[in-house]
């Protein structure tokens, strides 16, 4: 294939290539209607119009002073444009060092990088970060450090091995009833700790993401009957374009078989003036649920309240997954005031992450010690629904394994001997049990 045959659906080219881009004619094989099998068919689409209207999004004032002191030239209408925030994404070791005072280390791996997982971070997203502290959270999950570069025992390129389970490119089915569908290798910021670190932000690099790609993926779907769950991720499918994720969910929409869609984003985070009341309006017509990829408490901000308002008003069901990382999120303290944050937003905190051993990722994985400790500091002493569940995701393509602390003190005969979260001992008839047995015995009340 070639760029001349194919629309790349990975990084643009150029920051100027985005429009253009998310412009392109999106047309696909009518695999669904009866007796179309064979050649493409053409669907008549309506013209485009001549201008594009861009909705206003509240601009908060932490948002307006930042704008105002590092993009002068920017209005109110432009910071609120999700395609202004692409397009002026802070990319380059320049760019960065007009916003940020950049440590000798971040400074040597930034001008180090080359290849997947380059830095982009939108001006929204930047406002957030710190200025002059590398150590601050938010800063250190997305401008690199020489710890990136470092390769530690069991850590891989592809420790879930995505690709031994990937049947056509773009489409891990590993579980009997559901696949995930890699609609894009693009991104509006770039996590360092990132599990698809080697495919995303490459044009045409390894992995790439095109409009035929789609349709083999969309093929398999709908040869294999046993598939009803269907999880749109990347890179991040929030950042094409209204129509050509209207084409997405349509065409997967069609098939008989496939009951559930989701789609995993960091946007509402980062982008979060792309919920726009369009967006929000194809994904409430397809019923989309959206698991969407918060890290920190810096990240509840106005404008992550209007992005998850619109979507909660619309009934879109929003699930939060957070990764575990050292030195931003490890403290159940700061994971608390997070879930708080995200309970006001009516989304729901669905898992917490162990960061899974990608290469160079060492510097931000905890010990799975520390996970559990935090887990007893949250079940109990806070609301249920702002208890996700911590989990592992085992290396090889294991699967998610959930992890929890012991509560099971032992057994008395017929009592299950157990404690609660704080650490009151308790008895529970179970005479038909066998759990707790060889544990210790008769010290329960
Ligand atoms: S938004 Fe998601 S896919 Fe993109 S870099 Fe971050 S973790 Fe990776």
Not at 190 to 207: A, D, F, I, K, L
Not at 293 to 311: G, I, K, S
Request: hydrophobic share 35%; glycine share 8%; proline share 8%.
């Amino acid at each position: 294939m070639t760029a001349d045959t194919e629309a790349e659906l990975s990084e643009p080219p150029s920051l100027h290539a985005l429009d253009a881009f998310n412009s392109q004619p999106f047309e696909h094989l009518d695999l669904f209607t009866p007796g179309a099998a064979g050649p493409a068919k053409r669907r008549a689409r309506p013209p485009r119009p001549a201008t594009r209207t861009v909705e206003r999004f509240p601009e908060s004032a932490a948002s307006r002073a930042f704008r105002r002191k590092h993009f002068p030239e920017a209005s109110a209408a432009d910071w609120g444009d999700w395609r202004w925030q692409i397009r002026n994404r802070i990319r380059t070791l320049a760019q960065l060092e007009d916003v940020f005072a950049l440590s000798d280390d971040e400074r040597a791996a930034i001008s180090r990088h080359h290849g997947s997982l380059p830095v982009g971070i939108t001006p929204y997203y930047a406002s957030l970060m710190s200025a002059d502290d590398s150590q601050e959270p938010l800063r250190r999950t997305h401008i690199p450090v020489g710890d990136e570069y470092v390769r530690a025992p069991g850590e891989a390129d592809d420790p879930l091995h995505e690709d031994d389970d990937t049947q056509v490119p773009g489409l891990v089915h590993r579980y009997p009833d559901r696949v995930l569908f890699l609609a894009t290798g693009f991104c509006s910021t770039y996590c360092r700790y990132c599990t698809r670190s080697r495919m995303v932000g490459e044009p045409g690099g390894e992995y790439s993401f095109s409009k035929s790609q789609w349709e083999r993926a969309i093929a398999y779907i709908a040869d294999h009957p046993e598939v009803r769950d269907v999880l749109i991720s990347g890179g991040d499918p929030l950042t094409l374009a209204d129509d050509r994720l209207d084409d997405l969910l349509t065409r997967l929409r069609a098939i008989p078989h496939v009951e559930f869609l989701r789609i995993g984003s960091k946007v509402p985070c980062v982008l979060p003036m792309r919920i726009t009341r369009s967006l929000v309006r194809v994904l409430r017509r397809h019923r989309v649920w959206l698991s969407i990829h918060f890290t920190h408490p810096a990240e509840l901000t106005p404008e992550t309240m209007t992005a998850c308002d619109r979507l909660a008003d619309a009934g879109i069901p929003l699930g939060s997954q957070t990764v575990l990382l050292k030195d931003v999120n490890d403290d159940a303290a700061v994971l608390k005031e997070l879930f708080h944050g995200l309970l006001v937003r009516r989304v729901r905190p669905y898992y917490l992450y162990q960061c899974d051993p990608i290469t160079g990722s060492s510097h931000f994985r905890t010990s799975v010690d520390r996970g559990i400790e935090i887990m007893r500091q949250l079940r109990g002493f806070t609301t249920g629904y702002a208890v996700p569940t911590y989990v592992i995701d085992a290396p090889e393509g294991g699967g998610k394994i959930p992890l929890l602390p012991d509560y099971v003190v032992g057994r008395d005969g017929g009592d299950l001997l157990l404690t609660n979260y704080a650490g009151g001992l308790f008895r529970y008839p179970d005479p038909e049990g066998t759990l707790g047995a060889g544990r210790r015995t008769g010290e329960a009340p």
